[in-house]
């Protein structure tokens, strides 16, 4: 009996067997490699590239919290400038010699509420229930953002707050000098909150700057994982139906062996 040639054709069954299994759950999944034993080298590798892209997301979705935060006090601190411009507008009014008393009563109580709102926009700029941005918490302490390995950006946000800009007194409109004096003050203050918003452009393009060459790295890397894991189904199901084929050759060689066989042991032994 032929047992050499039965063993071999019986090993390359198996192995077409246990490839078709491969195919066919590489046809279910439209992945190439679902498991290590698919292929120990490259299912390592895919692991590592798919880690580095969580940890991209990651990278991507602080930075999208540092720029919601950059937005928010961009638009808090250019709510204060308005303020401030309308402050200003009123000085300059008080500098009239022919106002009344009563006409400056009415300028101070409207420059008193414009002060009070300046602190009020400074306690409302929150991020997610926290405590003031813009409260100085950040001036020196930074609030740092993740932006790739090993990366930090570190965002300064200086408070802005009447005592800071140096409006928490009482500006007086009393007087015409007094009016001058508050209106120099306006300014001073002017010129430091327009520093800061400055300060919050640049921070705000760097910070964008970072985050399109993350998502660019991002890409790169989901690139190399679809051209690792992308099936192509047409080329799959060619080598499922020739290895299918084969399949059926090799139980046909099986067969036709072991009929051979036994045809050569009745001739051999016909009384047995």
Same mark, same amino acid.
């Given at each position: 009996m032929d047992f050499s040639s039965i063993l071999q054709a019986s090993y390359r069954l198996q192995t077409l067997s246990a490839r078709n299994d491969v195919l066919l759950n590489q046809l279910s999944t439209g992945q190439k490699v679902n498991s290590p034993a698919d292929n120990p080298t490259m299912f390592?590798?895919?692991?590592? *590239?798919? !880690?580095?892209? @969580?940890?991209?997301? $990651?990278?991507?979705?602080?930075? #999208?919290?540092g720029n919601s935060v950059l =937005?928010?006090?961009?638009?808090?601190?250019?709510?204060?400038m308005d303020i401030l411009g309308q402050m200003q507008d009123l000085a300059e009014q008080a500098q009239d010699n022919s106002l009344t008393s009563d006409e400056r009563d009415s300028l101070q109580d409207q420059m008193d509420l414009y002060q009070a709102e300046l602190d009020e926009i400074v306690s409302q700029t929150s991020f997610d229930g926290s405590s003031s941005l813009l409260d100085g918490q950040y001036a020196t302490d930074p609030y740092s953002i993740s932006t790739g390995?090993?990366?930090?950006?570190?965002?300064?946000?200086?408070?802005?707050?009447?005592?800071?800009?140096?409006?928490?007194?009482?500006?007086? *409109?009393? !007087?015409?000098? @007094?009016?001058?004096? $508050?209106?120099?003050?306006?300014? #001073?203050?002017?010129?430091?909150?327009? =520093?800061?918003?400055?300060?919050?452009?640049?921070?705000?393009?760097?910070?964008?700057?970072?985050?399109?060459?993350?998502?660019?790295?991002?890409?790169?890397?989901?690139?190399?994982?679809?051209?690792?894991?992308?099936?192509?189904?047409?080329?799959?199901?060619?080598?499922?139906?020739?290895?299918q084929l084969l399949q059926q050759y090799s139980l046909a060689a099986i067969a036709s062996l072991q009929q051979a066989d036994q045809t050569m042991f009745r001739y051999l032994f016909p009384y047995g």
């Open positions: 390592y590798r895919i692991s590592r *590239l798919q !880690s580095q892209l @969580n940890d991209y997301s $990651t990278y991507l979705d602080q930075m #999208d919290e =937005s928010l006090i961009t638009d808090s601190v250019g709510s204060q390995p090993g990366q930090t950006f570190d965002l300064y946000i200086p408070a802005t707050d009447t005592d800071s800009l140096g409006v928490d007194g009482t500006l007086s *409109l009393s !007087s015409k000098n @007094n009016a001058k004096t $508050t209106a120099d003050t306006i300014d #001073d203050a002017i010129d430091q909150l327009q =520093s800061v918003q400055d300060s919050f452009g640049a921070n705000q393009f760097i910070l964008q700057s970072r985050q399109s060459l993350t998502e660019n790295t991002q890409t790169v890397l989901q690139q190399l994982v679809d051209d690792y894991q992308e099936v192509d189904p047409v080329q799959v199901t060619a080598e499922l139906n020739r290895n």
